[in-house]
């Protein structure tokens, strides 16, 4: 896998964005809710890989990174990506652009990510 950053606030979704989709919860029950994501990569299919992100504290815990606040939480809280948990999204599934990550957090997230599974 590899991933780039390339947000471009045109509608359309890009790795480096936070756009909110439909997230299941991970008892894997059938149900789940709405949540932001980061968009990390565009496969050759065209499908996009993302990690959840949360407001729930995590500091310090393997498989989260420490995003700090930004404009896609409207409240101003710290948010952390889970990078445990990748999910394929689909632009059609994706309901709203919420804000781009800066290119220093998303190489923090990239970063975890290679580490992790040894993308490039």
């Known amino acids: 896998m590899r991933l ?3 947000p471009n606030v045109d ?3 890009d790795p480096g964005e936070v ?7 991970e008892e894997r029950d059938g149900r789940g809710k709405d ?6 990569a565009r496969e050759k299919s065209g499908c996009l890989l993302a990690v959840q ?13 420490d995003l700090g606040t930004g404009s896609w939480d409207a409240e101003g809280r710290r948010s952390w990506a889970n990078i445990d948990r990748v999910f394929r ?8 652009e919420a804000a781009s990550l800066d290119a220093a957090r998303y190489d923090h997230v990239a970063s975890a990510l290679r580490a992790r599974y040894g993308w490039r």
């Open 4 to 6: 780039g950053y390339a």
């Open 19 to 25: 756009v909110w989709t439909w997230v299941p919860y």
């Open 11 to 13: 509608g359309d979704p």
């Open 35 to 40: 949540r932001p994501v980061i968009l990390v």
């Open 53 to 65: 992100l949360t407001s729930k504290e995590h500091d310090g815990e393997r498989g989260y990174v």
């Open 89 to 96: 999204v689909f632009a059609d599934g994706m309901r709203r």
